[in-house]
């Protein structure tokens, strides 16, 4: 996603790692992805305009597979769970990154995804989250392979699925729990437009809340409890909890449903709940306030009818769990993206943020979530839209000069 984004933007002034100076052949590479950057655009529309709702990204993740292939990556392929991976062998010892984007949107199956144009803004859904993402990871793939860089380190150029809420990110847990367990030193994220850095993982709990009963006439059976009163009095104290400004922590309900019909005791009333934090304490904390909520407004709607025999129950199922992770913003690959930035030209902000950097974070793997360049607003919106100005080319730059100093280049 475009990371329901909150950036906690703060003075970048750290310690830079400074990237080595440019091999021939990845200034040739960087020198590329500025005189192609038409192309790069080209295709971060042709990919957005293959629709990839929450698990069904196969079609975007099938054109991706072949633009890989047609770059000379033979052995991109797709995995069990989705994912496009594919590979490009170190030519010495060096660390393995991955530079990774996520195929899937937001928007349901039946979405329109044609994506117009207004002199150089693009509009459409998801061109910015992840479209700008995948293109990034496509064209720095194609200046790699076309310049002949060489990396010390292996590299993984990755378009995983299952970034968005629904998708718990199900493809960077495959990743990096299944098939590439324990061999990645970096993880790199590319996701949405702008040059910024996300750092620290907020993580999140999300929960589909199912309060049921007999149900009945609203006159004839009245004085029975009432599922959809219950999950009003559950949404009533949820709206109280005190949580900490800092760490920053939230709660929502988002979304409610329930009932046949105005003059009916519903049989069941829905609501989905989320939550997140930085801090994997506050974030415990604040679930445990929900779920009493949620239970004593179950107690307190059978105590109001206690003539009733009929029964109120509920229940709780797990929509997705994002785990939190610290990492500080002194780590050498904070250091890395900043100094990469800087030479550049660019000034990134470092912040916080729900991205699929979190699975690595919390296995200790160092990973970054980092824009695409250009600017952008509307994620998550049918008003998306995308403009690469006069300078997008410096975010498949600022990508490769980060793995470029990670991994490291053999002249």
Same mark, same amino acid.
């Given at each position: 996603?475009?990371?329901?984004?909150?950036?906690?933007?703060?003075?970048?002034?750290?310690?830079?790692?400074?990237?080595?100076?440019?091999?021939?052949?990845?200034?040739?590479?960087?020198?590329?992805?500025?005189?192609?950057?038409?192309?790069?655009?080209?295709?971060?529309?042709?990919?957005?305009? &293959?629709?990839?709702?929450?698990?069904?990204?196969?079609?975007?993740?099938?054109?991706?597979?072949?633009?890989?292939?047609?770059?000379?990556?033979?052995?991109?392929?797709?995995? $069990?769970?989705?994912?496009?991976?594919?590979?490009?062998?170190?030519?010495?010892?060096?660390?393995?990154?991955?530079?990774?984007?996520?195929?899937?949107?937001?928007?349901?199956?039946?979405?329109?995804?044609?994506?117009?144009?207004?002199?150089?803004?693009?509009?459409?859904?998801? *061109?910015?989250?992840?479209?700008?993402?995948?293109?990034?990871?496509?064209?720095?793939?194609?200046?790699?392979? %076309?310049?002949?860089?060489?990396?010390?380190?292996?590299?993984?150029?990755?378009?995983?699925?299952?970034?968005?809420?629904?998708?718990?990110?199900?493809?960077?847990?495959?990743?990096?729990?299944?098939?590439?367990?324990?061999?990645?030193?970096?993880?790199?994220?590319?996701?949405?437009?702008?040059?910024?850095?996300?750092?620290?993982?907020?993580?999140?709990?999300?929960?589909?809340?199912?309060?049921?009963?007999?149900?009945?006439?609203?006159?004839?059976?009245?004085?029975?409890?009432?599922?959809?009163?219950?999950?009003?009095?559950?949404?009533?104290? &949820?709206?109280?909890?005190?949580?900490?400004?800092?760490?920053?922590?939230?709660?929502?309900?988002?979304?409610?449903?329930?009932?046949?019909?105005?003059?009916?005791?519903?049989?069941?009333?829905?609501?989905?709940?989320?939550?997140?934090?930085?801090?994997? $304490?506050?974030?415990?904390?604040?679930?445990?306030?929900?779920?009493?909520?949620?239970?004593?407004?179950?107690?307190?709607?059978?105590?109001?009818?206690?003539?009733?025999?009929?029964?109120?129950?509920?229940?709780?199922?797990?929509?997705?769990?994002?785990?939190?992770?610290?990492?500080?913003?002194?780590?050498?690959?904070?250091?890395?993206?900043?100094?990469?930035?800087?030479?550049?030209?660019?000034?990134?902000?470092?912040?916080?943020?729900?991205?699929?950097?979190?699975?690595?974070?919390?296995?200790? *793997?160092?990973?970054?979530? &980092?824009?695409?360049?250009?600017?952008?607003?509307?994620?998550?919106?049918?008003? $998306?839209?995308?403009?690469?100005?006069?300078?997008?080319?410096?975010?498949? %730059?600022?990508?490769?000069?980060?793995?470029?100093?990670?991994?490291?280049?053999?002249?």
């Amino acid at each position: 996603m475009r990371r329901l984004t909150f950036l906690l933007a703060v003075p970048v002034a750290l310690a830079a790692q400074q990237p080595a100076a440019d091999s021939p052949a990845l200034a040739q590479a960087l020198a590329q992805l500025k005189t192609d950057n038409a192309w790069t655009v080209q295709k971060q529309v042709a990919l957005c305009e &293959i629709p990839a709702p929450p698990f069904k990204e196969q079609a975007r993740g099938v054109a991706f597979r072949k633009e890989m292939i047609a770059l000379g990556y033979a052995d991109a392929h797709i995995d $069990e769970v989705g994912n496009v991976v594919a590979e490009l062998a170190g030519a010495g010892k060096g660390p393995t990154v991955v530079l990774a984007g996520h195929l899937d949107t937001v928007f349901p199956e039946g979405t329109d995804v044609r994506v117009t144009r207004d002199g150089s803004r693009l509009k459409g859904a998801g *061109i910015g989250d992840d479209c700008r993402g995948l293109a990034v990871v496509l064209s720095t793939a194609r200046a790699v392979k %076309q310049s002949g860089v060489r990396f010390a380190g292996r590299m993984i150029f990755v378009a995983n699925v299952g970034e968005e809420g629904p998708g718990n990110l199900r493809g960077t847990r495959h990743l990096l729990g299944t098939t590439h367990k324990g061999q990645v030193n970096y993880f790199i994220s590319v996701d949405g437009a702008g040059n910024d850095i996300v750092s620290r993982a907020v993580g999140s709990i999300r929960y589909n809340v199912h309060f049921m009963s007999p149900g009945g006439h609203s006159y004839g059976a009245f004085g029975m409890p009432n599922p959809i009163h219950a999950m009003g009095r559950a949404i009533a104290t &949820i709206s109280d909890i005190k949580v900490p400004r800092s760490p920053k922590t939230t709660f929502n309900v988002g979304v409610v449903s329930g009932g046949t019909s105005v003059n009916s005791i519903a049989m069941e009333g829905v609501m989905d709940v989320d939550m997140r934090s930085e801090s994997a $304490e506050e974030l415990a904390k604040v679930d445990v306030q929900v779920r009493k909520a949620i239970n004593d407004a179950v107690t307190a709607e059978l105590a109001r009818w206690p003539a009733s025999t009929k029964g109120l129950k509920v229940r709780i199922d797990t929509i997705g769990i994002r785990p939190t992770g610290a990492q500080a913003d002194s780590a050498l690959i904070v250091r890395t993206a900043v100094a990469a930035a800087r030479q550049l030209g660019l000034a990134p902000s470092i912040g916080a943020s729900s991205t699929d950097s979190n699975y690595p974070i919390s296995l200790g *793997i160092p990973a970054i979530t &980092i824009d695409g360049g250009g600017d952008g607003s509307g994620a998550h919106s049918h008003d $998306e839209w995308y403009d690469d100005g006069a300078a997008g080319y410096l975010g498949p %730059q600022w990508a490769l000069k980060i793995i470029a100093a990670l991994a490291g280049t053999v002249r």
